[in-house]
């Protein structure tokens, strides 16, 4: 069976949940190729001339993950000294897939680490995808199907969300050159753009309202955070019933300048708007 025929035969099985022995080689085939950066989960589409870019969802391939766990049982596994009774095994390293893979980074099989990418002691689930030259700080979590791009600093404690169901919605998705501070927690889908800063603390979800304040008067997104945003966290009043009290929203408080030096650019930025990270 050629690649481009898994598609309709991983929807069928979906459908149907029947499975020969055929079938299941098929679905364990789809995860292999997601394990080597063959497939993907989502994938970035460019923009039309009024139209800005945006990620499509690859649906077979969550589909195939689903499936994955249906044909998978519990069992022992091994990783080094340590023991584990799960469905998914962990990913092996050989040392030439250019990864540097601290102690105890764990990576699930079915993730996908481009070469440059450095794991701290950290956790990335099936269908996740870390671009190159990016760095997983220590505990942080990149959650089932999330979208990291190239040359990010995902800091300590960060966690991104798992966004594996429905298989329709978009995952967490980081875009190239992000700076995450410590802490920080995306989830619900939430996609932040190119070049981005966001600083310490800061939680973001479907509904959290992302308000740019850098100008003579707001204006609100919900669901993404525009390329090269610094952002730190916030309150904003809303009434109930019992009174008005302070929730939870993110600030935009300025814009990342344009620099050849990535790393430079990022430490101006952390300078001139005073964010924690």
Not at 131 to 144: C, E, M, Q, R
Not at 221 to 234: K, L, M, Q, W
């Amino acid at each position: 069976m050629s690649k481009t025929d898994l598609p309709g035969v991983i929807d069928h099985l979906y459908e149907s949940g029947k499975f020969t022995p055929a079938d299941v080689r098929t679905v364990e085939r789809a995860i292999k190729l997601l394990d080597k950066g063959e497939i993907r989960v989502a994938a970035k589409m460019a923009g039309g001339t009024n139209a800005p870019s945006h990620w499509q969802v690859n649906e077979w391939v969550k589909k195939a993950i689903l499936l994955y766990f249906r044909i998978r049982k519990v069992k022992p596994m091994q990783a080094g000294a340590l023991t584990f009774a799960d469905k998914i095994p962990v990913k092996k390293w050989s040392g030439r897939e250019g990864v540097r893979v601290v102690p105890h980074a764990i990576a699930r099989f079915g993730s996908y680490i481009e070469p440059g990418a450095i794991l701290m002691p950290s956790y990335i689930n099936i269908g996740a995808r870390v671009g190159a030259g990016t760095l997983i700080d220590t505990w942080a979590t990149v959650g089932s199907c999330a979208q990291v791009g190239a040359n990010c600093h995902i800091s300590g404690g960060v966690g991104l969300g798992g966004v594996l169901e429905p298989v329709q919605a978009t995952p967490v998705v980081i875009e190239d050159n992000v700076f995450l501070g410590s802490r920080a927690v995306i989830v619900e889908g939430v996609t932040v753009r190119s070049g981005a800063v966001i600083g310490a603390g800061v939680t973001l979800t479907a509904s959290t309202k992302i308000i740019d304040v850098s100008k003579g008067s707001p204006v609100e997104h919900r669901g993404f955070v525009p390329e090269n945003s610094v952002v730190i966290p916030g309150s904003i009043a809303k009434s109930f019933a019992a009174g008005t009290y302070n929730v939870n929203c993110a600030l935009i408080i300025g814009k990342r300048k344009e620099s050849t030096d990535k790393k430079t650019s990022l430490n101006q930025a952390l300078r001139e708007f005073d964010v924690q990270v």
